[in-house]
């Protein structure tokens, strides 16, 4: 019996706490936000990763997360149903945010330096006859 995900192709989907726990865990390492879904009854489900990912508890007691591979995107370059496990690594997707993350800095970097040196250009016009006595001390 599934505990978490569906089986019955979003129909049912089951999300019970302690697996969504564990979800949030394995979501959380590899940068997978936890989204709301809603199953064939229209009740709105949180679930972290896939739909596709199934968590289930076996005969000896032990929880199991089956159908990992749901968890990250195919491969562009392998279109068509023969090539449904031709998938992105975890690492690549890592890098790809890592690059990102640099890329958006970097441009945060590039307009607080054009605001530094705004704010520069604007005390540079100043003229010490224009400023206060307490201001023209410290200047």
């Known amino acids: 019996m599934a505990e978490y995900g569906s089986v019955d192709e979003n129909k049912t989907i089951y999300a019970s706490e302690h697996f969504?726990?564990?979800?949030?865990?394995?979501?959380?390492?590899?940068?997978?936000?936890?989204?709301?879904?809603?199953?064939?009854?229209?009740t709105e489900v949180e679930i972290a990763g896939s739909v596709e990912v199934k968590g289930i508890k076996g005969t000896d007691k032990r929880n199991y997360l089956v159908d990992l591979q749901g968890l990250t995107?195919?491969?562009?370059?392998?279109?068509?149903?023969?090539?449904?496990?031709?998938?992105l690594r975890p690492e690549l997707l890592l890098i790809y945010q890592r690059t990102k993350n640099i890329e958006y800095a970097q441009a945060k970097m590039v307009e607080f330096n054009k605001q530094i040196?705004?704010?520069?250009?604007?005390?540079?016009?100043?003229?010490p006859e224009d400023m206060k006595e307490e201001e023209k001390e410290a200047y």
């Not at 995107?73 to 998938?87: I, M, V």
């Not at 040196?117 to 003229?127: D, Q, V």
């Open 20 to 42: 969504h726990g564990l979800m949030k865990k394995v979501c959380e390492h590899l940068n997978i936000k936890v989204n709301k879904v809603v199953d064939g009854s229209g």
């Open 73 to 87: 995107p195919r491969d562009a370059n392998y279109l068509g149903e023969d090539f449904h496990t031709c998938l």
């Open 117 to 127: 040196e705004e704010g520069k250009s604007k005390e540079e016009e100043k003229k």
